[in-house]
């Protein structure tokens, strides 16, 4: 299964479906949570608050990711001026969406673990190639867009925590970034997955050799 070739089967296509679901929805509430705990209410006013897909899918944003592999949510609304600290509590809001696709990924590494060893063989083949698959994707999926929002190009999270490290940078591009970022986003469409393929790949490996390591062990 590659996660970044176009030309993936309709059983794969099918099969992402709740990767994707899982991703896109833990990235924007993770957001939508923190900001909210740092005091800014935007998020809970438009209901974002919220692990219900329903709130933070985008129709043709989802539709794209499937059949594409290049897609996009409802991006969440923030306040910084409720912030206390305006500057470090934005960064800590980008950084929760990242963050939580990482932790997706590592509990769907002992969840992949787990059902390799306790109940693949127990399952009809059909059912349990299924389920294997989606967990895979689960796993992948999230490792692909947390790496992916890291890219420090607008609208992206990584764009803005670029903001709080390197403030004198990002205020020197930002307005270039912006008037060129149709072209930036095309660039991300054509390049963007090749590049986060390196890292997810080897990122993915890793914790499959885990996986492996700890399947021998018990």
Excluded: C
Excluded at 119 to 148: C, P, R, T, W
Excluded at 183 to 189: P, R, T
């Amino acid at each position: 299964m590659d996660l970044l070739n176009l030309n993936t089967s309709i059983y794969d296509k099918i099969v992402i479906i709740p990767a994707l679901i899982v991703a896109f929805t833990v990235h924007e509430f993770a957001h939508a949570f923190v900001a909210d705990k740092l005091g800014d209410k935007t998020p809970r006013f438009q209901g974002r608050v919220t692990l219900n897909p329903a709130a933070h899918l985008d129709p043709i944003g989802f539709i794209l990711a499937v059949f594409f592999i290049f897609g996009w949510a409802k991006p969440v609304q923030t306040n910084p001026s409720a912030y206390k600290n305006p500057s470090k509590d934005s960064l800590k809001v980008s950084l929760a969406g990242p963050i939580s696709n990482f932790i997706v990924a590592i509990i769907a590494t002992v969840i992949y673990a787990l059902f390799i060893k306790v109940f693949y063989f127990k399952l009809s083949e059909g059912v349990a190639q299924v389920l294997h698959d989606m967990i895979f994707y689960i796993l992948s999926v999230n490792i692909s867009i947390g790496l992916f929002n890291l890219i420090p190009v607008p609208p992206l999270d990584g764009f803005k925590i670029i903001k709080y490290f390197k403030p004198r940078i990002f205020y020197e591009f930002q307005d270039k970034f912006y008037q060129y970022q149709p072209l930036i986003l095309i660039a991300l469409i054509l390049f963007g997955g090749r590049i986060i393929g390196i890292f997810s790949t080897a990122i993915l490996n890793f914790l499959l050799r885990l996986v492996s390591v700890v399947l021998h062990v018990f």
